[in-house]
């Protein structure tokens, strides 16, 4: 039976939010997802395109809704992206460890979502170091 972080990766199309001009876009999370089929959308304010994919300053621009939201935000914006997922009516969101902040889980219980938190999104999606990575959160029972 899978685990609640590993059902989160059961979806089809997602949203993921970064913004490229204060940290790194979350590619290895979108390409991840891109490479097991999924529909991913790039969601990000500061930029025009993700590995040559256009991008979408808000929720509201993207061409079709999403089942689940990534976000991996410096932290002081993690709790606005919540608000504006649930707003979308987007009930599954991931926020990527080290983004997440206490304002961002309140706002995510006080609005019904599926929150995951405070474990790299990356090891569900891709191989390599990850896969390490895994072994270790599993061993220690945070997968």
């Known amino acids: 039976m899978p685990s609640a972080h590993e059902s989160f990766w ?18 290895l999370t979108y390409e991840g997802l891109k490479e097991q089929g999924k529909t991913a959308f790039a969601v ?8 040559g994919d256009k991008t979408y300053a ?13 976000i991996e935000v410096p932290r ?8 504006r997922a649930a707003d979308a009516g987007i009930k599954h969101v991931w ?14 219980q006080t609005r019904g979502l599926d929150l995951h938190s405070g474990t790299c999104a990356v090891m ?19 997968y």
């Not at 059961?10 to 590619?27: D, E, L």
């Not at 929720?59 to 990534?70: K, M, N, W, Y």
């Not at 002081?76 to 608000?83: F, H, L, Q």
């Not at 926020?95 to 995510?108: F, G, N, Q, V, Y």
């Open 58 to 70: 808000e929720l509201a621009q993207l061409p079709e809704p999403v089942d689940a939201i990534v």
């Open 44 to 51: 990000d304010p500061s930029a025009t395109d993700v590995a």
């Open 10 to 27: 059961t979806y089809q199309r997602y949203a993921v939010v970064g913004h490229t001009a204060r940290k790194p876009f979350p590619a």
């Open 124 to 142: 569900y999606l891709k191989g390599g170091f990850h896969k390490i990575h895994k072994w270790i959160n599993k061993a220690i029972g945070k």
């Open 95 to 108: 926020i990527h460890m080290k983004c997440d902040t206490p304002e961002a889980h309140h706002l995510a």
């Open 76 to 83: 002081d914006e993690t709790a606005r992206w919540v608000e």
